[in-house]
């Protein structure tokens, strides 16, 4: 059994080891696979695991040896899943792994639009506090988050937890979308639709897949509803936001501030409009990231293997 990873870094940079597919087969691990390279790595592999690099209907036609597909991540539109079904190849990915990482990095996020902790601390070795005429000083408005609406847009795992958090700190939540309509058991909780959440919404965070219908959904006309004293986070896909769009609002003061992990092309462009917005912090897709969900990422992904060799396959999204 011949089993490739395509694109092994961000996985495992030397901290979480492939021991678990070693013992399932021959083993090549590929850091990453330029695309011109894939045929060529993965020709004789009965088994290919890839995180990012894609496998296309002619790449999947011209792996001939082919039998499995396992994705490293809960998204696996890298993989044109209809190719793979039309020749019988079963491709799985790993839905719940970074529930509680993601979750954790939506409120560093957010807490840090809120206290601006970084600026603060470089003030402080930039001699400014040594300096000050009073005990204390802030550098922008310090927000507390008891009594502001969390806006949570795709309430599916990720974004349960995400309002779990929310209710923690004393937050109401408004939801819209998710595979399932249970109520969380806590209140102040109410369904609404995405336009009437951005418009109530103080902070909204967007937890929803990335799709042929939702593709730059947060677009200038959306980005109209909101107050001007929201923020905006997004740690769940880049192309679910129209850019520029966003750039311009946060610009224009019509959004107070935004926090995202993700951008529409990764790695991102230098000429990202966002790398020039106000107020905007960029973090370059790790939430997903600790070494705990990356090892719970690993463990799934063996199984989902193991489970394909015993002729069972499990997490199968085609």
Not at 271 to 299: E, K
């Amino acid at each position: 059994m011949n089993i490739v990873v395509l694109d092994g870094h961000t996985l495992n940079p030397g901290d979480n080891p492939w021991d678990g597919l070693a013992r399932l087969g021959e083993l090549k691990v590929y850091d990453r696979t330029p695309a011109a390279h894939i045929v060529a790595r993965a020709r004789d592999a009965d088994v290919v695991l890839t995180n990012k690099t894609p496998l296309d209907a002619a790449t999947i036609a011209s792996l001939t040896q082919l039998r499995f597909i396992a994705v490293l991540a809960a998204g696996y539109n890298v993989v044109d899943i209809g190719a793979a079904r039309a020749r019988g190849i079963p491709v799985s990915n790993v839905p719940e792994y970074g529930t509680d990482s993601v979750a954790q990095h939506v409120f560093a996020l957010l807490l840090e639009l809120c206290h601006h902790v970084g600026a603060h601390d470089a003030a402080v070795r930039a001699g400014e506090w040594t300096r000050a005429a009073d005990f204390c000083f802030w550098q922008a408005p310090l927000i507390e988050l008891a009594g502001q609406t969390m806006g949570v847009v795709g309430f599916g795992r990720i974004g349960r937890r995400v309002g779990e958090l929310a209710h923690a700190f004393g937050m109401p939540v408004l939801a819209a979308g998710g595979t399932s309509r249970l109520d969380p058991g806590y209140r102040p909780f109410d369904w609404t639709e995405i336009p009437a959440l951005f418009s109530r919404a103080d902070v909204i965070s967007l937890h929803c897949p990335l799709t042929a219908d939702n593709a730059a959904f947060v677009n200038r006309e959306l980005l109209r509803r909101v107050q001007p004293t929201a923020f905006l986070i997004n740690a769940a896909r880049g192309g679910l936001v129209d850019e520029r769009a966003l750039a311009e609002a946060l610009n224009a003061g019509r959004l107070a501030g935004a926090a995202v992990d993700v951008v529409s092309e990764e790695p991102m462009r230098a000429d990202n409009p966002l790398l020039g917005a106000r107020n905007c912090i960029i973090t370059p897709h790790i939430a997903w990231a600790t070494l705990a969900a990356r090892r719970r990422l690993m463990a799934t992904a063996v199984r989902n293997v193991e489970a394909f060799l015993a002729g069972r396959p499990i997490n199968v999204v085609n």
